[in-house]
């Protein structure tokens, strides 16, 4: 296909943003899945939060547009093909990985209503409904906004222009392959939905790591992509779990107990790969000298804030503290990477641990020094749980850049989870 060409001829009823409601990233599924089980009449808000600033999203950005694709999401609805590779596909070595239940569900679903303003030189948009139905909009909301950012750029550039800037795009992808392909025992997989450029340059890139990389490149999140390529969906847990079953602790003691209750959940309904731990919410130090012996048997830990290294490191002092082998652990390494810091990492923990690595915006939305002023280059735009039944949600993690809830609400949960002096890094996506 030729993008260049698309985006000059581009008319959006022809490309939507979403084309589906797969069109987001696997572990979303599985985490409705689970929420719909165990949680399903939660009320949760969901917010944008753009931690960008300096990108002025609603100047940049048509509010009718916006409201365009936006409604366009709300039409969609589950295909019958979608169904059926939902329900008949073997997803981590098992078949049915979705009840029959839950599909049903899934099958009758349209996204709820969402709120939309503008606040100054940018937007406010929520989401506030039964957390299974709510949660569902935070991939295609920021795919709609890094896109229609991405189109409001374009727009100001000629034909010529346009092709070169993709031209030169390809290449400087193509250039980070050729380097990864110095390691062949590196084990990749696309986690760039959440911020990608736009669905076509997400597609082209994971082509290209199917050609570039063959067996190094393992598969992707985004469940239609996954689909239309015939590719393994990978996926497991994010942050958005513990964060609202904290929210809704009644005391200290329940708020202690809550990021184990999350994984206790999890235990009884995956295995093999799916049990992975993500310890860093509320800090992965004090998450793991609390965590239960149970916990120590599970494939793995991903790595997805702090110092990648040293997030590492703690995890394998933690797993030989447990008489647990490291050597048959997997690590999955998930933070801002690009190939340069993919191969260091691969260098320092090949052989110590079963390395992977999830490559997410820097994969697919690196334009950066390709377009004027740099305006195409990515920047750090979240869609969070905010509240859970009217309490607010807080997030920790090893970054404290990365911090968000309200304030005494932070210092209480640093208190409660033993979160003491951190290293602030800077946030690049």
């Given at each position: 296909m030729d993008?260049?060409?698309?985006?000059?001829n581009?008319k959006?009823k022809?490309d939507?943003?979403?084309r589906?409601?797969i069109?987001?990233?696997f572990?979303?599924?599985?985490?409705c899945?689970?929420?719909?089980?165990?949680r399903?009449?939660t009320?949760?808000t969901?917010s944008?939060?753009?931690?960008?600033?300096?990108?002025p999203?609603?100047?940049?950005?048509?509010?009718g547009?916006?409201?365009?694709q936006?409604?366009?999401i709300?039409?969609?609805?589950?295909?019958?093909?979608?169904?059926?590779?939902?329900r008949?596909?073997?997803?981590y070595?098992?078949r049915?990985?979705?009840t029959?239940?839950?599909?049903?569900?899934?099958?009758n679903?349209?996204?709820?209503?969402?709120?939309?303003?503008?606040?100054?030189?940018?937007?406010?948009?929520?989401?506030e409904?039964?957390?299974?139905?709510?949660?569902?909009?935070?991939i295609?909301?920021?795919?709609?906004?890094?896109e229609?950012?991405?189109?409001?750029v374009?727009k100001?550039?000629?034909r010529?222009?346009?092709q070169?800037?993709y031209?030169?795009?390809?290449?400087?992808?193509?250039e980070?392959?050729?380097?990864?392909?110095?390691e062949?025992?590196?084990?990749?997989?696309?986690?760039?939905t959440?911020?990608?450029?736009s669905?076509?340059?997400?597609d082209w890139?994971?082509?290209?790591m199917i050609?570039?990389?063959?067996?190094?490149f393992?598969?992707?999140?985004?469940c239609?992509?996954?689909?239309n390529?015939d590719?393994?969906?990978?996926g497991?847990?994010?942050?958005?779990?513990?964060?609202?079953?904290?929210a809704?602790?009644?005391d200290?003691?329940a708020?202690?107990?809550?990021?184990?209750?999350?994984?206790?959940d999890?235990?009884?309904?995956?295995e093999?790969?799916?049990?992975?731990?993500l310890?860093?919410?509320y800090?992965?130090e004090?998450?793991?000298q609390?965590?239960?012996?149970?916990?120590?048997?599970?494939?793995g830990?991903r790595?997805?804030?702090?110092?990648p290294a040293?997030g590492?490191e703690?995890?394998?002092?933690?797993?030989?503290?447990?008489?647990?082998?490291?050597?048959?652990?997997?690590?999955?390494f998930s933070?801002?990477?690009?190939?340069?810091?993919?191969l260091?990492?691969?260098?320092q923990?090949?052989?110590r641990v079963?390395v992977?690595?999830?490559w997410?915006?820097?994969l697919?939305?690196?334009f950066?020094?390709?377009?004027?002023?740099?305006?195409?280059a990515?920047?750090?735009l979240?869609c969070?749980a905010?509240s859970a039944?009217?309490n607010p949600?807080?997030?920790?993690?090893?970054?404290?850049?990365?911090?968000?809830?309200p304030?005494?609400e932070?210092?209480r949960?640093?208190?409660v989870?033993?979160?003491g002096?951190?290293?602030a890094?800077?946030?690049?996506?």
């Amino acid at each position: 296909m030729d993008i260049a060409t698309r985006v000059w001829n581009h008319k959006w009823k022809i490309d939507p943003i979403v084309r589906s409601l797969i069109d987001t990233d696997f572990y979303k599924l599985l985490m409705c899945q689970s929420v719909f089980r165990n949680r399903r009449d939660t009320q949760v808000t969901f917010s944008l939060i753009n931690r960008s600033t300096q990108v002025p999203l609603a100047e940049l950005i048509d509010e009718g547009e916006l409201r365009e694709q936006l409604d366009h999401i709300r039409s969609l609805r589950l295909t019958r093909g979608e169904s059926t590779w939902l329900r008949g596909n073997t997803f981590y070595g098992k078949r049915q990985m979705f009840t029959p239940e839950f599909m049903e569900w899934f099958e009758n679903l349209a996204l709820p209503p969402y709120h939309l303003e503008r606040v100054g030189d940018q937007y406010e948009l929520t989401f506030e409904g039964k957390w299974p139905e709510v949660m569902l909009w935070e991939i295609p909301a920021l795919a709609v906004l890094m896109e229609l950012r991405g189109r409001a750029v374009l727009k100001t550039m000629g034909r010529f222009e346009i092709q070169v800037l993709y031209a030169r795009a390809m290449t400087k992808l193509w250039e980070k392959v050729e380097h990864l392909r110095s390691e062949p025992g590196v084990r990749i997989a696309d986690f760039g939905t959440r911020r990608r450029h736009s669905f076509l340059w997400q597609d082209w890139c994971v082509q290209a790591m199917i050609e570039g990389l063959g067996s190094s490149f393992v598969g992707t999140s985004n469940c239609l992509i996954a689909k239309n390529r015939d590719l393994e969906a990978i996926g497991t847990n994010a942050h958005e779990l513990p964060m609202v079953y904290a929210a809704l602790a009644e005391d200290d003691a329940a708020l202690a107990r809550a990021p184990y209750e999350v994984l206790a959940d999890w235990h009884e309904e995956h295995e093999g790969n799916l049990r992975i731990i993500l310890p860093d919410t509320y800090g992965t130090e004090g998450f793991l000298q609390k965590a239960p012996d149970w916990l120590a048997g599970w494939t793995g830990i991903r790595i997805d804030s702090g110092d990648p290294a040293t997030g590492a490191e703690t995890a394998i002092r933690w797993w030989k503290a447990r008489g647990e082998d490291p050597t048959q652990k997997l690590v999955i390494f998930s933070d801002g990477l690009d190939e340069k810091k993919i191969l260091e990492l691969y260098q320092q923990f090949h052989g110590r641990v079963r390395v992977s690595f999830g490559w997410g915006t820097l994969l697919t939305n690196d334009f950066r020094g390709l377009a004027p002023d740099d305006g195409l280059a990515p920047f750090s735009l979240v869609c969070k749980a905010v509240s859970a039944d009217g309490n607010p949600t807080v997030k920790l993690s090893d970054n404290p850049n990365k911090a968000m809830g309200p304030k005494d609400e932070i210092e209480r949960y640093k208190r409660v989870f033993g979160v003491g002096p951190q290293r602030a890094q800077e946030v690049i996506v």
